[in-house]
């Protein structure tokens, strides 16, 4: 090894330098992420109707690698249904401990129900806490149960510290 | 009373006419009499049926809704059977059948306030080198029926006048047609027009 | 016979069909409409395969190909080889290209109309037409139009629901109503593509209609009960047997998350062949409600939650000053062989006499039994005294199968034939080689030509004087007299006849007229439970007979006359005795205990724990095992392994390793008493009881909600 060769690696240093810095600043300023993103699931419903996609067919949980996904299903009512068709979950769990975000559910899902969608921030401190149900996940929830509890606690609104482009496929997600 | 109570001879020749146990096969003959006398099965002659030939009223279903000759719905004077198969069907007889229900006002099933007409649609009636075709009752066929002819046919039926078929049924249908061993006529008598209504 | 199976020759007997032959070879074909036990009707055209036979010439010899070899005369088109019966030198093509365009053609038309919910399906991951498609289809549709749509929730009754959306026409259902329990009820209506199934009787009987659910090749006939409560892959099979009678029909019971959601029945072709029982099938739905999963103990008059070991010390202070022979020790009859010797052992180390199980008689037959196979095939049979449809209920279908008059599908390499051409549709029934004799209706009386109500007692001392020759010219006793002495005729009496001591006279019958006699026992385990010194011995109290210090009652729902003065229950639900127990240990049910129990027919079957959660419930060992650590006692059966070596050395058997089939084994000589705790026909309670429950669960699965 020469000296120009040491020079050129020194040109590269000396050049990043005076470059904009990659390094975002989180969680003061927000993390802007990538289109294909995967974090927690979004529920989506149908924008017409209001009626949850999901049929509680269980087909993302025999996906699923890790075994984090639980369902029941259980009957429509046809005066009040919950989603379309007769079957619905009642149940919809997923143990966000064990979920690798893979997004085999997502590709296992036959009425796109579920997305994984943009947000990350889930860190919490009880086991019992990661398992999330469909008050979680269903489109229009906004922000991570520890988030949406210190939200709370200060009386403040669910501050995500992601900032994203409107993906077509999470319906309905907004994002302040 | 019910319709055969009064007839045990009718049931009787029909029934001789099948081994004993060939018994369930008299239920077409009793099924074909009491169209023919009523035109349509009322749901008391079903299970009157059953009740003869030894079968459930089901099965008496299941045979009579296999073939479209059958009615459970009472019919109109006349009844119009819009041929839905191939040959009629590319010849426009969905157009046909879209304009003749909305012209009546019905759809299948249904009779006319007046009383004069039903539709059906039914399978191959054998013409469909005639197509499009409609039949009227056991009148006869009504072939390569544009919409002017099919309402000139309306307007001439609720007149009172039949101009009669372009062609009659290819089956001869019998007044009187339960034969018995000996060749004998019984049971109800086929009035035209569907008089006995 | 020698059939060529895409040139793989087979050996098959004469009459099997070219769909049992090539199966039989190996090879296998889709189909829908044919099935064990059904008549084949070649209704959905899946099966189709090239055939071609020899013929012979006018001379007798085969007609001969220039080769010099037997000249195969094909059939000009693919024949559906469940209706196709194979012949000597047959050749069948079943992997040729044609053969395959044809079924993949049929998986196309099949598919045409079937509106593939898959996800929403109950039936989606064990669905015939989803394997054949996937197996022989093109995995493609050229069908644009619009799918035929119909009623998707169209209840046949309480119990099974119909989508006639998905329905394919495959027709078993309404075969299987015909053919099997001899019951009517559904057909076609319409024709085509509108065909849908219903029936115009009203419902469905609630006897054997939950078999229409397992045979249903789609998801159209569904159970209602289990509707919508797991996919079929979440679910933990078991193979185990039914313990609501003494039948002992197969079942695999399917758990999930700790939960039986459905019981479907499985093929045992000498005993249940593959039907089962409404109540059987259903019986879920009430074994789960109201479970105990602690011990309870009663302390200032409430029976409140306890651990084993509150339970061990209030034993250990109540039991020091009562003598251990005092000590009563009584059990329901359908706990298995292994809790049964851990029960007779435990007698004999409280050296008490106070022992007994019931329901049970006070009589066994002394002659050899015959089995269920033999009943199905007797010549004619005449019941005295018994309500098949209430004590077994499975029998009964025998006995139909009896009056069909055909033999039991033959057995192949794979399994029972499934296109058995001797069955037909409305094959001709014999009810002349029926008689019934029964004081009360029975479920059995619609195919009898000869049903005499009144006392069975009567009945069988008047046959028994008929075949003495001392009888009226035709009366319905010489009628049955004659009946029993046709070789093969079999003799089966019931509760009211044992109950009332009739069984000496039934045995006196079957003697003198050389016909078997087939006596119900009284309940699941009954008969096997005889062979095990379980009843009262010297100077010892059956339930409720004596004012006992101490007494341990498991699963027994009958109230004793007399009542010990420390009441020990066992059992799963809080039941009426229980409620005035001073301890309840909790039980495990029928489908969650491993064990051995014995069949009508004297067979040895083995039953599997379900994969249910059943908290701290237990079987009666660990029951029996606290009372005598209590008492500072040890008894040599400990345990399920103790018991089975124990069992071992009684009978000669492991029955840790009973075959599939289970065993028809000599138990030797079975232990009698009199007993007057005499079997009701209970069975018929307990179907009654867990049909309501099956109902309740069904019309919850969609009350919960309205209730939201």
Not at chain 2, 34 to 45: C, G, I, K, S
Not at chain 2, 102 to 119: A, C, K, R
Not at chain 3, 21 to 47: K, N, Q, T
Not at chain 3, 406 to 426: C, S, W
């Amino acid at each position: 090894m020469g000296v120009l060769d040491l020079a050129k690696g020194m040109g590269v240093t000396l050049g990043k330098l005076f470059s904009k810095p990659l390094t975002v600043s989180y969680p003061e300023s927000r993390v802007q992420l990538k289109p294909r993103f995967r974090g927690r699931h979004v529920l989506t419903r149908h924008p017409d109707t209001g009626l949850e996609k999901c049929i509680g067919c269980s087909l993302c949980a025999a996906a699923c690698p890790s075994y984090a996904i639980y369902v029941e299903a259980a009957e429509n009512d046809p005066a009040h249904p919950v989603s379309p068709g007769e079957r619905y979950a009642k149940v919809y769990e997923i143990n966000m401990l064990r979920c690798i975000f893979c997004g085999l559910c997502e590709e296992a899902c036959p009425t796109g129900a579920i997305i994984l969608g943009n947000e990350f921030e889930m860190a919490d401190y009880r086991y019992g806490d990661f398992v999330y149900g469909k008050e979680d996940m269903l489109v229009g929830q906004y922000g991570s149960r520890p988030q949406r509890r210190e939200a709370e606690r200060q009386g403040t609104p669910v501050r995500l510290g992601l900032s994203v482009q409107p993906r077509e496929e999470l319906e309905g997600v907004r994002y302040p | 009373m019910r319709y055969f109570d009064d007839k045990p001879e009718l049931v009787a020749a029909i029934l001789a006419k099948y081994p004993p146990q060939g018994r369930r096969s008299s239920l077409m003959p009793l099924l074909r009499e009491v169209q023919t006398a009523l035109h349509y099965v009322p749901a008391e002659q079903i299970e009157e049926i059953a009740e003869i030939v030894g079968v459930t009223a089901t099965e008496v279903r299941a045979v009579m809704s296999f073939y479209s000759t059958y009615s459970t719905v009472p019919q109109g004077k006349y009844h119009l059977q819009v041929c839905a198969t191939l040959s009629c069907a590319l010849a426009g007889s969905d157009e046909l059948w879209d304009d003749l229900c909305e012209t009546l006002g019905i759809s299948p099933g249904e009779v006319t306030p007046d009383g004069l007409f039903s539709v059906q649609k039914v399978e191959c009636l054998g013409s469909c080198g005639t197509a499009p075709l409609v039949q009227v009752g056991e009148l006869g066929y009504h072939e390569r029926l544009s919409r002017q002819d099919l309402h000139a046919l309306l307007d001439a039926l609720r007149r009172g006048e039949y101009p009669g078929p372009h062609s009659p049924l290819p089956v001869f249908v019998h007044s009187g047609q339960q034969e018995d061993a000996a060749g004998a006529r019984h049971g109800a008598e086929l009035k035209p027009l569907g008089e006995n209504l | 016979m020698k059939v060529f199976v895409d040139d793989r020759a087979v050996e098959v007997p004469a009459g099997t069909s070219a769909m049992d032959a090539l199966f039989e070879a190996g090879r296998d074909v889709p189909y829908f409409c044919s099935l064990p036990y059904l008549s084949p009707i070649g209704a959905c055209r899946m099966c189709l395969v090239e055939a071609g036979s020899p013929r012979r010439g006018q001379d007798g010899q085969w007609i001969l190909d220039d080769q010099g070899q037997p000249k195969i005369f094909w059939l000009p088109k693919p024949m559906a080889s469940c209706t196709l019966a194979a012949s000597e030198g047959m050749v069948i093509r079943t992997q040729t290209d044609a053969v395959r365009k044809a079924q993949a053609g049929m998986v196309e038309f099949t598919l045409l109309n079937h509106p593939l919910d898959c996800p929403t399906c109950d039936k989606g991951g064990a669905c015939e037409l989803q394997d054949r498609s996937y197996e022989y289809g093109y995995g493609a549709s050229r069908f644009v139009f619009d799918r035929r749509h119909a009623d998707k929730h169209y209840p046949l009754s309480d119990l099974v629901v119909l989508d006639q959306e998905r329905c394919i026409h495959c027709k078993r259902c309404v075969r299987y109503f015909e053919e099997i329990p001899g019951q009517e009820m559904i057909d076609f209506i319409e024709r085509g593509v509108h065909t849908f199934i219903d029936g115009y009787e009203g419902g469905l009987p609630s006897a054997f209609s939950g078999n229409i659910v397992d045979l249903c090749p789609v998801g159209a006939l569904l159970d209602n009960v289990a509707r919508f409560r797991g996919r079929n892959w979440e679910y933990d099979h078991t193979a185990t047997i039914c313990t609501g009678c003494s039948v002992g029909c197969s079942v695999t019971v399917d758990a999930r998350n700790g939960r039986v959601e459905r019981i479907v029945g499985r093929d045992h072709p000498a005993v249940n062949e593959r039907w089962i029982c409404d109540a059987g099938r259903f019986s879920h739905a009430l074994e789960e409600e109201g479970r105990l999963t602690t011990p309870l103990l009663r302390r200032g008059g409430e029976l409140v939650p306890a651990s084993f070991d509150e339970v061990l010390a209030y034993l250990t202070s109540e039991l020091v000053d009562v003598p251990p022979a005092q000590i009563g020790l009584y059990s329901s009859s359908d706990i298995t062989l292994e809790e049964g010797i851990a029960l007779e052992a435990t007698a004999q180390v409280l050296g008490s006499g106070h022992v007994d199980h019931l329901p049970r008689f006070s009589q066994l037959p002394a002659l050899p039994r015959p089995t269920l196979h033999q009943l199905a095939q007797a010549s004619a049979v005449v019941i005295a005294g018994a309500d098949l449809g209430a004590e077994a209920p499975v029998a009964e279908l025998r006995i139909q199968e009896m009056l069909r008059g055909a033999a039991p599908p033959p057995q192949f390499r794979h399994g029972t034939a499934i296109a058995d051409l001797k069955l037909t549709e409305r094959m001709e029934r014999h009810p002349e080689r029926l008689a019934i004799f029964s004081s009360a209706p029975t479920s059995l009386d619609r195919s009898a030509d000869l049903v005499v109500r009144g006392d069975p007692q009567a009945a069988l001392s008047a046959i028994a004087a008929a075949l003495e020759g001392n009888a009226q010219a035709a009366s319905p006793y010489l009628s049955a007299a004659e009946l029993l002495r046709r070789p093969g005729a079999t003799l089966v009496v019931g509760s009211e006849l044992q109950a009332a001591g009739g069984l000496r006279l039934a045995e006196k019958v079957a003697r003198s007229s050389g016909a078997a006699l087939l006596a119900l026992p009284a309940d699941s385990n009954a008969l096997g439970l005889a062979y095990l010194r379980l009843v009262p011995g010297e100077g010892g109290a059956a339930y409720g007979e004596a004012i006992l210090p101490v007494a341990l009652v498991s699963r027994c729902r009958r109230l004793p006359a007399q009542w010990p003065r420390l009441l020990i229950v066992h059992d799963t639900t809080l039941s009426a005795l229980a409620a005035r127990a001073d301890v309840v240990l909790p039980a495990v049910s029928g489908l969650e205990k491993q064990g051995t129990l014995v069949n009508l027919e004297g067979r040895l079957q083995a039953l599997r724990p379900a994969a249910s959660e059943v908290g701290e419930a237990t079987d009666l060992i660990p029951a029996l095992g606290l009372l005598l650590q209590a008492l500072g006692l040890r008894s040599p059966v400990r345990g399920l392994i103790s018991a089975q070596r124990a069992l071992a050395q009684r009978f000669g058997a492991r029955v840790q390793s009973l075959p599939p089939e289970g065993a028809l084994l000599d138990l030797g000589e079975p232990f009698l008493a009199e007993t007057h705790l005499q079997h009701q026909p209970e069975v018929g309670a307990w179907a009654a009881a867990h049909l309501a429950a099956a109902r309740a669960r069904a019309a919850a699965n969609r009350a919960l909600e309205v209730a939201k």
